[in-house]
């Protein structure tokens, strides 16, 4: 452990340095340089300032680990977080550095299983993860109990603040004994967060590190709004329109980078898969071949890509969204080192737009949106490779050997032209053929989704019309299955349909005037009032008022099937169903049946 001696300078005992030489950690940070001897000493309380991505959470997690016994049915260590994605984040950074240590590490979050929660808190654990509203609803219900916490944690505590949780923090904090250790670390000092130090802090340690902007480096960072199924696609055309594209391509988990490995291999590309189920020799022999630029994509996981050094990458992709800043700067800064132009590209789903948002600003970086390259575009990218590479082999000397099997061909070739694009052909097969592109849907932004909610609301003056739908959730519809149905039934585009709004009884879509009319004109056809009719605002409002009395009489018990709107006698195809009593007559039978 010679390459850890920085480490071991710092206090830290074997058995860290053992884990941190297994994530390949190699020297400290700034910051851990300030915070861990200080941290280390007993009673010592810091507020550490420094930006996203400089190694915040071996900071305080290092000297945590240190100082608690772990084993304890109460936890010793709280640390509040601001999103979910950032308390797992932290959760298994913290696991990775325990090493052999025995201590039990829970990340408790919103959206997650509480009954799994409720079991392991239960059984007893050292250290807690958690965000702000969470923590607090188990502390409320009893099964946080923080009477042994030596440790108290706010990890980003300005976007803490940001976000609201202000409260919720001060009513943790004085759940807490009084004699604990409290630690904030923060990209900025904004008031509340000071007003926070002075009221529960003791004579605390102000550590600040420099501010380096990571956006200065020579890497352009450009992000792609996609969808999930267009992925590919747009990665694809991505690695096509660029020349001599060598990089790395991030994804979250190992089925996934190997997925995206194969597909990559099975169209062509020289690619591989790097991650943790790699043996030692296996993960050499494929460093080993990107280093020599035998292979140009490296599909790799973020555990399995700690230490990897590979100098001139052309590119950085996140395929998936990193799941915290700290992530998404040690990715991009892979590229763009010693000199060297590299371009960072990051792939994002409409619905990871706001976490996207939350990494630009926590890691004060200019990314650029931009359109996915169109098939045209790409085409023209790889013909003006095709040139390139050419004229480049002419421009070498050939043998003489060569040149006499040449002479043998073209000597008795009338169109000499017409011979070498056969050739050329030949060598590059399918290369120009657009038809290898598949269509990637529109993705409107923000601006316009935000638009497209209040179309949802009102007959919108381009010509868009409402439509009511007498089908819902109590059919066993989602917005999913509910479109897939119309589109397959009607034979209408599913880009033509939005705004789409699924109640329990029944639901919204507005479709053009000429897609609303074929749509009408087929639902027409059903026997009875027809399942699909044009909605007007006023039927809506009455509609929908209806609707959550109907919620409300459910939830009593008393909600009745001669309620329901629009004869749920017709399936959405229009094939009749079976009414109750012709179901309770079925059944009779079949029961006479079975008893004689």
Known sequence: MENLEEFRKLGLSDKTLEALQAKGFEEPTEIQKLCIPQLLEENTEVIGQAQTGTGKTAAFALPIIETIEGGSKEPEALILCPTRELAIQVSEEIISLKGKKGIEVIAVYGGASMETQLRRLKKGVDVVVGTPGRVLDHIRRGTLKLEKLKFAVLDEADEMLDMGFIEDIEAILEATPEEKRMLMFSATMPKPVLSIAERFMHDYKLVRTEIKDISSRNTHQIYFEVREADKLEALTRIIDREVGFYGVIFCRTKIQCEEIANKLISRGYDAQALHGDLSQREREVILKRMKEKRLSILVATDVASRGLDIQELTHVINYSIPE??????????????????????????????????FIKKATSSEIEKQNVPEPEEVIQAKRRKIVADLREKIAAEPKEDYISIAYSILGKEKDPLRAFAAIIGSIYKDELDISQYKKISQVRDEKARRGERKEAKKEADDGLVRLFIARGKRDGFTKKSLLEAITEQTKVKESDLSGLEVMEDFSFVNAPSETAEKVLKYYSKSKGRPIVTKAHMDEVKVTRSSERERVRSHRRGRARVEDQPYGKDVRLDGSPKPRINEKRKGKKEKSRKRRK
């Open 324 to 357: 915290d800043p700290e992530i998404y700067i040690h990715r991009v800064g892979r590229t763009g080192r010693a000199g060297h132009e590299g371009t960072a590209i990051t792939l994002i789903t409409p619905r990871e737009v706001r976490r996207f948002n």
